[in-house]
């Protein structure tokens, strides 16, 4: 597939999906980041404040202790355990002196001045914390001894973490010694905060609000994305499948190929391609309909569908033919296999005889070029040649180079008739009675500027194919009205010379008006220009081919029938034909059994000829007897290497000049 085809498929299957898909990670990430912030916020608030209350309720315990002394201890100590089982918050105090000696405990307890790290309070007061515990139904979760923001930040964390919230009671306390002033002591302040469900109430109502915004634009992009994903998927849908079989199209074999193959290159599996093609699809739509035409191929390939596995591909391709990549493991099975499809594919259209041209072509380990491989498959089939019997045609190298012979050829022919590449030859048509020059063939020769010297069945084949002929076949005429003009007008005597006019021509109805304008141009007399046409002409157009000859005969022009004897000749065409020069195929004078009988059929068509007054042209003579047999029966005129072969305009105008 070429890369444009490539990029176009690709373009068509693209749906931006990426940017939904971003989109939605961004939003998730922006919204996350913002609630992270704003219930980190709002809590860190919370803290900070419940903290500034166990500050301030520090250092009014703290002022009990400023008169502490010897005295007031008994006073001051009740006041303080007053406070202490009044205030809820409040656990426990001690007190220490200006050397940081333990002076008072309200229980008995002094937390370790010299282990405690002072910190500052940020936004609290300026007592100090010495110490956090935090503690869940009466276990200790969880301890520190570090700053405020991470206090704050920390306890909370804790406290969702390990919490199951309880509407009615605090869900979790925190513990923490404060230290604060007290003249020249030191008080130590147990406070235990409880949180409580409520306090986090602003931080979840924010959370639930940015919850429900991103669950909208979660789903609103997953719907996207959805909706996305199944329109692609439609679309490949689309683009791999094929209209007429509902099954799997060219593209998609192309693509399910190529990864299979590219799978075989670890496994070792061998695959062989197949083109299957049914033999005259185009006459049984004639016959039966486009539309029974196209159901026969969803039909085939169904049948076709049930003879392949899992870890093979079959598709059709055009017309009536279907591509399948298939495991083989050895040829005999493989030929088998090929066989039951056939009988398959045949089973179709049961009571018809349907036949199928099957080219193989065996993938070679690493090749995975679908496209190329299957070309050399129905290269294979199309070189083997059309036929009635189901066949199975392997490619083979020798296929591959005349391919590539006709594509070079098709390349060049354009160019190569602008350049005048093509050059006339003229073999002599010698009579038999005087031995005199009575005619010539105009035969073409391509001198190609790097191939040199090209004969004609070499290239005349392919032009016939792709049509180009016709374009040949009127330069020729041309040339050969410009060639005899010239001889015209140098005064030389003019003999007959016959161009080839291929069977392709006959199927325009105003042949004969084209022919006399190409050669009118030059102002040549019609009777010197011989036109040459084969019998195969017969098999097109009937009609166009006998008004075509009549109107030439009729123009003044002659006309030949080649090859007569050759391939499908019948004497019929002969009946019907009224023509002025028969050239009977060299095909007579050879092989082995030719003497006697070959011989025989020759005097007779020469005197069956001879009657319906037409003149006889022996092609292909080689021998001296052949001449001697053919002037004994009194043939016209003999063509052959015997007396010369085709030989270019100007060394024929040397060799025979009259
Ligand atoms: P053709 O029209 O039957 O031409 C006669 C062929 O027999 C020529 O082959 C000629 O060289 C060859 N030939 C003549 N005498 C002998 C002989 O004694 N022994 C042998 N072995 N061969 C002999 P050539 O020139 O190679 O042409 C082959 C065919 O190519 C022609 O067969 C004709 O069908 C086609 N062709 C040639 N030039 C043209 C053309 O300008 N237009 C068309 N449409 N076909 C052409
Ligand atoms: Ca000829
Ligand atoms: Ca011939």
Redesign the pocket.
Request: charged fraction near 25%.
């Given at each position: 597939m070429s890369k444009t085809k490539e990029e176009r498929i690709k373009k068509l299957k693209k749906k931006h999906i990426w940017p939904s898909i971003l989109g939605l990670i961004l939003i998730l990430f922006v919204f996350t980041i913002i609630m992270a912030v704003a219930v980190g916020m709002s809590a860190m608030d919370i803290v900070n404040r419940k903290l500034a209350d166990s500050s301030r309720r520090s250092e009014k315990i703290a002022e009990l202790f400023v008169d502490y002394s010897q005295e007031t201890a008994d006073k001051i100590a009740q006041t303080a355990l007053s406070h202490v089982d009044v205030l809820d918050e409040i656990e426990a105090v001690a007190v220490y002196d200006a050397e940081r000696k333990p002076v008072w405990s309200s229980n008995n307890t002094y937390p370790s001045l010299d282990d405690s790290i002072k910190m500052e309070f940020l936004t609290v007061t300026d007592a100090e914390s010495v110490g956090v515990i935090i503690e869940k139904d009466e276990k200790q979760i969880f301890t520190i001894d570090d700053g405020m923001i991470v206090l704050a930040e920390d306890a909370f964390k804790h406290i969702f973490s390990s919490s199951v919230i309880n509407e009615t009671g605090a869900f979790a306390n925190i513990k923490l010694w404060m230290v604060a002033d007290a003249g020249d002591k030191e008080v130590m302040v147990l406070n235990n905060i409880p949180v409580y469900f409520q306090d986090f109430m602003m931080a979840g109502v924010c959370l639930a609000l940015c919850g429900i915004l991103i669950a909208i634009f979660v789903i609103y992009y997953l719907i996207s994305i959805i909706s996305m994903v199944s329109s692609m998927h439609k679309t490949n849908k689309v683009i791999y499948t094929d209209v007429l079989t509902g099954g799997d199209n060219w593209l998609s074999f192309i693509k399910k190929g190529t990864s299979l193959l590219n799978k075989s290159k670890r496994s070792g599996q061998k695959y062989a391609m197949l083109h299957l093609e049914m033999l005259k699809y185009r006459s049984f739509c004639t016959c039966f309909g486009v539309n029974k035409g196209q159901e026969l191929i969803e039909k085939f390939y169904l049948a076709l569908k049930n003879t392949v596995n899992r870890k093979e591909v079959m598709a059709h391709q055009e017309n009536a033919a279907f591509g399948l990549l298939l495991e083989y493991t050895d040829t005999q099975q493989f030929e088998a296999r090929i066989q039951y499809i056939q009988n398959v594919t045949s089973s179709v259209l049961p009571g018809m005889k349907v036949y199928f041209g099957v080219g193989v072509y065996l993938v070679q380990p690493g090749e995975n070029d679908v496209e190329q491989l299957y070309n050399n498959a129905m290269i294979a089939c199309e070189m083997s040649g059309e036929d009635t019997e189901n066949k199975i045609a392997y490619f083979d190298v020798e296929m591959n180079n005349q391919k590539l012979w006709e594509r070079r050829v098709e390349d060049d022919m354009e160019r190569a008739l602008i350049n005048r590449e093509f050059q006339v030859?003229l073999?002599p048509k010698i009579s038999t009675t005087e031995e005199v020059l009575g005619g010539a063939?105009?035969?073409?020769r391509w001198i190609h500027p790097t191939e040199g010297f090209i004969?004609?069945?070499r290239f005349?084949p392919i032009f016939e194919k792709n049509g180009f002929?016709l374009k040949?076949?009127d330069y020729?005429l041309e040339e050969i009205a410009r060639v005899q003009a010239g001889w015209l007008a140098e005064g030389r005597k003019l003999v007959p010379i016959s161009?080839?006019?291929?069977r392709a021509h006959f199927t325009r109805e105003d042949l004969a008006e084209h022919i006399c304008a190409i050669v009118d141009k030059y102002q040549v007399p019609h009777d010197v220009i011989e036109l040459?046409l084969t019998e195969s002409a017969f098999f097109d157009d009937k009609k166009v081919l006998l008004n075509t000859v009549q109107k030439l005969r009729k123009a003044g022009f002659q006309v030949s029938m080649?090859?007569f004897g050759a391939g499908y000749s019948s004497l019929n065409s002969l009946k019907e034909l009224q023509i002025d020069v028969l050239k009977i195929?060299?095909d007579f004078f050879r092989g082995a059994d030719v003497e006697e009988r070959g011989l025989l059929i020759v005097s007779e068509v020469i005197d069956l000829a001879k009657k319906l007054n037409m003149k006889i042209v022996a092609?292909?003579?080689?021998s001296k007897e052949q001449v001697e047999f053919l002037t004994a029966q009194e043939c016209d005129l003999i063509?052959?290497?015997?007396y010369a072969?085709?030989m270019p305009v100007t060394e024929f105008a040397q060799k025979y000049s009259v």
């Open positions: 030859y073999q063939e105009a035969l073409v004969p004609p069945n005349i002929i040949l076949d020729m161009v080839n006019v291929s040459e080649d090859d195929d060299a092609e292909g003579i080689e063509q052959g290497y015997f072969k085709p």
